[in-house]
């Protein structure tokens, strides 16, 4: 038995030496490997650098409008008989004669976009393109306390054009030089409108 251990010992220690030598060259091919692509990969970097802003050069940011404090109570008049007309269930051509015949009063913006934005979300064109008004910032007539939104106005006008409200072309016009403008000044919303613009 002795004789044995003996005669594979040499053998064994060779098999031992082959295989700590290939365990090592795999390794130190592995690394070679990865510090060779590590390095190509931060020469790509390098050759193509990200173009980022440099923030001195960033045009001022501007501040989100903040919503207008409304200049009467939520229980003004006319509110509540809008609110009243919409809970007995008026038509979206009754909400329109309605938002049109109410009295000039301070909240009279505000009610009448509640009646109109109801009967436009019914499919009435022409209050699709009065609530358009409203969100679209190129307008300077009375929006109350709706804040101007350029991609809600310019989905309102599509919307009134669907229903053959021609004059909403003219005002996408307008809203749409208005983007451009802004775009130029660099308004990443307005960038992205114009981008979905059809």
């Known amino acids: 038995m002795e004789n044995y251990f003996d005669e594979h010992e040499p053998r064994k220690r060779w098999w031992i030496l082959i ?57 003004a008049p006319l509110l509540e008989q809008v609110r009243e007309a919409m ?45 358009a008004r409203y969100f679209d910032p190129t307008y300077t007539g ?12 310019y989905e309102w006008y599509q919307a009134a054009i669907s229903g053959e409200q021609l004059e909403a072309q003219n005002h996408l016009s307008d809203l749409r030089k208005w983007l451009e403008k802004e775009a130029a000044n660099g308004s990443f919303e307005a960038r992205e409108i114009l981008k979905n613009w059809q």
Not at 95 to 111: G, N, Q, R, W
């Open 87 to 131: 809970r007995k269930g008026i038509d979206p051509e009754g909400a329109v004669t309605l938002a049109k015949s109410l009295p000039d009063k301070p909240e009279k913006a505000d009610a009448a976009f509640i009646l109109l934005e109801y009967a436009a979300e019914a499919g009435h064109a022409e209050a699709a393109l009065i609530v």
């Open 142 to 153: 009375d929006s109350g306390t709706i804040i101007k939104d350029p991609a809600a106005a």
């Open 19 to 75: 295989t700590a030598v290939i365990v090592i060259i795999v390794i130190a091919g592995g690394y070679l490997a990865w510090r060779l692509l590590r390095v190509e990969v931060s020469t790509k970097e390098q050759a193509e650098p990200t173009k980022l802003p440099r923030m001195a050069n960033l045009p001022p940011k501007k501040e989100a409008p903040k919503p207008v404090p409304p200049p009467y109570s939520p229980d």
